[in-house]
């Protein structure tokens, strides 16, 4: 069981540049996450997918889409990248949406 | 709108003494609690949870006290351990209801134990 992965583990883009990041999960769960973590501002949750299919806003989803083509995979996009958007990026999935599995996070600078 | 809230960025503590870490919360619709911890270069990893219908719940080392009428609970760490350093991240969300899939989260507490 690999858990949750994440794909790049860093990246470094130019402002404008567009990128997506994959979450590969193989639990099995229906729950999928994306947060961001900025240094005092603990994790934010940017989308989630409560299902294959399935996407809906968190707290900060300007700048970013997703898509839940496959149960296992949730990706998140950003289609032009700003400095505003350098953070660490999580994925995390669950069986239900409380006691979630992270991955081990994506470094991202946009300069 | 700030609606779990970790006033305490930081912690020290000596090995072997108690470890406590307190959250507030301001939506009176959470009822139900977890805490997370965090290590560096890595993902948070659930520890521990608390429904709003108990005031205690007990795994090991670890103890989570709510007091709902002060919209408050803490995390108790004892004996504290130099492996317990990491953040610690408190989240709440609303169990009943069925429509709701999220967690909202604090913004962290350090905690340091020293050896």
């Known amino acids: 069981n690999a858990g949750v992965t994440q794909t790049p583990k860093f990246r470094v883009l130019k402002t404008g540049q567009s990128m997506t990041l994959l979450c590969a999960q193989d639990?099995?769960?229906?729950?999928m996450y994306w947060y961001r973590q900025d240094p005092g501002m603990g994790l934010r949750l940017i989308h989630y997918s409560v299902g294959e299919g399935t996407t809906a806003k968190g707290e900060v989803p300007d700048g970013y889409n997703v898509s839940r083509l496959k149960k296992q995979n949730f990706l998140l996009g950003l289609e032009s990248a700003a400095p505003s958007q350098t953070s660490v990026y999580f994925c995390?999935?669950?069986?239900?949406?409380?006691?979630?599995?992270f991955g081990p996070g994506t470094r991202l600078t946009v300069t | 709108d700030q609606q779990v809230k970790q006033n305490s960025p930081s912690l020290s503590v000596q090995e072997g003494r108690i470890s406590i870490l307190n959250c507030d919360y301001t939506?009176?619709?959470?009822?139900?609690f977890l805490w997370y911890k965090k290590y560096p270069a890595e993902g948070p990893t659930f520890l521990i949870s608390i429904s709003s219908i108990k005031d205690k719940n007990e795994d090991g080392r670890f103890t989570v006290f709510l007091n709902k009428s002060a919209k408050h609970l803490s995390l108790h760490i004892v004996p504290s351990q130099p492996g317990d350093s990491a953040v610690y991240f408190c989240a709440a969300s609303t169990h009943s209801g069925g429509s709701n899939y999220k967690l909202t989260f604090g913004k962290g507490t350090l905690l340091t134990v020293n050896p």
């Open positions: 639990m099995n769960h229906e729950y």
């Open positions: 995390a999935s669950s069986y239900n949406p409380y006691e979630q599995y």
């Open positions: 939506n009176s619709m959470f009822d139900y």
